[in-house]
């Protein structure tokens, strides 16, 4: 079985050669990876949580900027780094729980009240704040002042409580991981799902008879709308053919092959079709904090027609899609050229060439952008895979599934450089 560093260089190798088509497929990949890497991980007797982030943060790293623009990169790496931070603070409550009812016990005796004084509340709070360092009984001792620490009763209890310590420590370390490997497990489940969960939506959404257009090819939109069709609703698609790639006659054929009424239109029609049309059901690339939409080129002039008819625009996205960076970040690419290539062959390229300068300078330039920016005034509703969402509710889901403290992914500078 290859080691994780040989792992991570294949994949950075098929990220910047964009091998990887689609960004579920992507996501799916970069947790299995990540997964990989924190399995592999060993990780000290303090600061599990922390030694596991700089690990996931040092390959993310390497990952996002292999492919700035598959914006899932990122948002996968920040999901994993939020779980442990998550799974972390879960443990340390747990323990803190614990150490809280040992305490209870202990002060049923009067007695014994005076040699187990009770946690202040401030060692309590200031353990509870660092989730990146579990609160050993040690170090809660440390933060009590010195008459209150507990006398040892014997050099031998000594030595059996320091095993005793580092047994438990040692099985914390395994709990963490464990934790963490199997939420990555359950996320991993999730993005291989999504496209199913958004789907058993589409019959609260598309009605008899109606009038449905799309722009291009997405899997999302594929299915949502199969089934529909498979819930006995009679409806047409209209599809958009997406130039200069014509994704949509793809999905126009797996439409009539599913047995679904489909009429393709080219994108210039869109405004002359937009007035029959009942809904605007579009995928999405990603889906910024603000609610904002990057999606594949066209679709802002679909949102314009739409918003122009009052049209409903919807759009659908798997949660690993949603990420926490706004527009103007500047860790945010918002897009990409292409091959000239798709919209002039190389011969018809160099017929434009003024080859009587002397220069070679071509009159003609070509700019065949990949994305739109929707704003999202122009979306009226978010389906995902938790449910449907008001484009102003957004930025509160999307902060459920990350820590800010990850927004811009970078390792910890080392102490002394």
Not at 199 to 222: C, D, F, K, P
């Amino acid at each position: 079985m290859p080691d994780v560093h040989s792992l991570v260089n294949d994949f950075l190798i098929k990220l910047k050669k964009r091998n990887i088509e689609g960004s579920q497929a992507t996501a799916k990949l970069t947790a299995e990876l990540l997964r990989s890497v924190i399995s592999s991980q060993r990780v000290p007797y303090t600061n599990q949580a922390g030694a596991l982030i700089d690990a996931v943060k040092a390959v993310g790293e390497q990952l996002i900027a292999a492919n700035p623009i598959e914006l899932a990169v990122g948002n996968i790496v920040r999901r994993v780094l939020h779980i442990i931070r998550e799974e972390d603070l879960s443990l340390t409550t747990a323990a803190m729980a614990g150490l809280n009812m040992s305490t209870v016990s202990d002060d049923e005796d009067d007695g014994d009240r005076d040699n187990h004084p009770v946690l202040s509340a401030a060692v309590v709070a200031a353990a509870a704040r660092s989730t990146l360092r579990p609160p050993s009984l040690q170090t809660l001792l440390e933060d009590m002042p010195d008459a209150a620490a507990v006398p040892h009763t014997s050099s031998s209890g000594g030595d059996s409580e320091e095993k005793t310590k580092s047994a438990d420590k040692s099985s914390r370390s395994r709990k963490l991981k464990h934790d963490v490997i199997e939420a990555v497990n359950e996320l991993i489940q999730d993005i291989g799902t999504c496209h199913e969960q958004i789907a058993e939506q589409a019959v609260e959404h598309i009605h008899q008879n109606e009038v449905i257009l799309t722009l291009g090819s997405s899997r999302t939109v594929l299915e949502f709308l199969c089934a529909a069709n498979e819930k006995k609703r009679s409806f047409r698609v209209f599809v958009a053919e997406g130039a200069p790639r014509y994704q949509g006659h793809l999905l126009a054929k797996e439409l009539v092959a599913r047995g679904l009424q489909t009429t393709l239109i080219t994108d210039s029609a869109v405004f002359a079709m937009i007035s029959r049309v009942n809904m605007v059901i579009v995928g999405a690339h990603a889906v910024m904090a603000n609610g904002g939409v990057i999606a594949p080129v066209g679709l802002n002039m679909v949102a314009l027609a739409a918003q122009r008819h009052a049209v409903p625009f919807v759009v659908l996205a798997g949660s690993h899609k949603l990420c926490p960076l706004y527009p103007h970040n500047p860790e945010v690419l918002l897009n990409e050229l292409r091959s000239p290539s798709e919209l002039l062959d190389f011969g018809e390229f160099s017929d434009c060439m003024d080859f009587g300068s002397g220069t070679s300078s071509p009159l003609l330039h070509v700019v065949n952008p990949t994305f739109d920016y929707v704003p999202p005034k122009l979306v009226n509703l978010f389906i995902t895979d938790t449910g449907g969402h008001n484009p102003s509710y957004m930025y509160r889901l999307i902060a459920d599934y990350y820590s800010a403290d990850d927004l811009v992914v970078q390792r910890r500078p080392a102490i002394g450089s």
